[in-house]
């Protein structure tokens, strides 16, 4: 089937309904937005289909999680990254941002440490002061050059683990660098975490969007079985087939103590699922896989675009990513921004381009580019942002 990843879809303009959405709503209506991490694209054809069957039910109380969900997601793990889990093992939450919280929450006590890298995706910087924990960071090595990537700094990570440390929050795929981590890396941060008997959250939500060809994600807690019982995993269809606003995600807690614990302290700290997210994850995962293998060569091709731009821009770098639909640039020694304050801030006001600002990820002077947009979209946004940062 052809997937229409080309027209642009109205997402602002009062024809769209009354919809308004985080990303196109709120900036003034001349900005291009390329920043909160949702795609332009319409979802996928059978996943409307599947939606359109529930809505016309038209009955819509409390639902349940289907053993059908249950039983596909078990498939898609075996088949897309060879990680056997069980249906038990599935705890269906509304968010990843959600479970991050309640995973601090649940797992953790009044005082103790939940440590997390920088940059990262900014709900994970507050989850430790929200849930009255002790916030821990520690910088990811920034590249030193231009054919470099970001790099996990195992002995800054061990420096910053103290006795009070209880929680790591990991990201894999990282938002906002799209690094994959290689397997070393993620074997010394195993050793780490076993060594200083942490707990993990590894939040894996950009995983089916790897984008370099043969490219294949392995989860934390399958290349390292022996992080299996102090590790929660988080997945949800929400990147990768677009359905962020349905709400719907899920934990995989392989360890049964652990996952008692966690659905033991959040009971009545969540709503009861979502029956139309669920009914959207069942067919994003039964039936999504050929639009998916079509958005990532959309994704690919964008990526392509971008980085071609990005060599024009005098004293911008852009850490090459490796997966997902958001880049990250270094526009610290950009002299088209030199003395600005913000580059996220000159940019909106000197090319209205809406960007994520580097400072709320813990690193200033950068910028995140959503990329998951039509490529009309996409070039107009950087014809734009090229009336600055290509001027001296
Ligand atoms: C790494 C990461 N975790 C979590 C989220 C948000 O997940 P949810 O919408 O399920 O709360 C995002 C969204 O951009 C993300 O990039």
């Known amino acids: 089937m052809d997937y229409d990843f080309a027209t642009p879809v109205e997402r602002r303009h009062p024809a769209a309904g009354n919809w308004p959405s985080q990303k196109w709503h709120h900036y003034a209506a001349e900005v291009l937005p390329l920043w909160v991490a949702d795609m332009d694209f319409v979802s996928p054809p059978e996943v409307i289909e599947a939606l359109r069957a529930r809505v016309d039910h038209g009955v819509f109380g409390y ?54 890298v920088t940059p990262i995706y900014p709900p994970f910087l507050k989850v430790a002061e929200r849930t009255g924990r002790l916030p821990q960071q520690v910088a990811l090595r920034a590249p030193a050059a231009a054919d470099e990537t970001w790099r996990l700094d195992l002995e800054a990570l061990e420096a910053a683990i103290t006795p009070e440390t209880r929680l ?19 074997a010394g941060l195993a050793r780490l975490v076993e060594r200083h008997d942490l707990l993990v959250v590894s939040d894996e939500l950009h995983c089916d969007l790897l984008l370099d060809e043969g490219a294949r994600h392995r989860p934390l807690a399958a290349a390292f079985p022996e992080l299996v019982a102090r590790t929660l995993t988080l997945w949800a269809p929400s990147k990768t087939f677009n359905l962020a606003g349905l709400t719907t995600a899920c934990a995989v807690i392989p360890d049964a103590g652990l996952r008692r614990r966690f659905a033991a302290r959040v009971r009545g700290l969540q709503p009861d699922g979502n029956v139309l997210g669920l009914v959207a994850a069942e067919a994003a995962y039964a039936r999504g896989e050929p639009w998916r293998q079509a958005l990532l060569e959309v994704l690919r091709g964008h990526r392509h675009t971008l980085a071609e731009r990005v060599t024009q821009w005098p004293g911008t770098v852009m850490s090459p990513p490796e997966s997902t639909y958001l880049a990250w640039l270094d526009l610290r ?27 709320d990820f813990g690193w200033p002077g950068f910028i995140r580019l959503n990329f998951g947009t039509t490529a009309s979209q996409l070039e107009a946004a950087l014809d734009r942002l090229d009336t600055v940062l290509r001027a001296q």
Do not use: F, K
């Open 63 to 116: 639902g349940l999680v289907p053993d059908s969900l249950r039983h596909t997601l078990c498939e898609w793990s075996a088949e897309h990254y060879g990680w056997r889990i069980e249906p038990e093992w599935q705890l269906w939450l509304p968010g990843v941002v959600p479970a991050l919280h309640l995973a601090s929450l649940a797992l953790t006590e009044p005082g103790d440490g939940v440590l997390t």
């Open 168 to 186: 790591l929050l990991w990201c894999q795929p990282h938002n906002p660098t799209g690094r994959v981590w290689r397997h070393d890396e993620l």
């Open 333 to 359: 020694r950009a002299p088209a921004l030199e003395g600005a304050a913000s580059p996220q801030q000159a940019l909106l006001e000197r090319a209205g381009v809406a960007l994520s600002d580097g400072a």
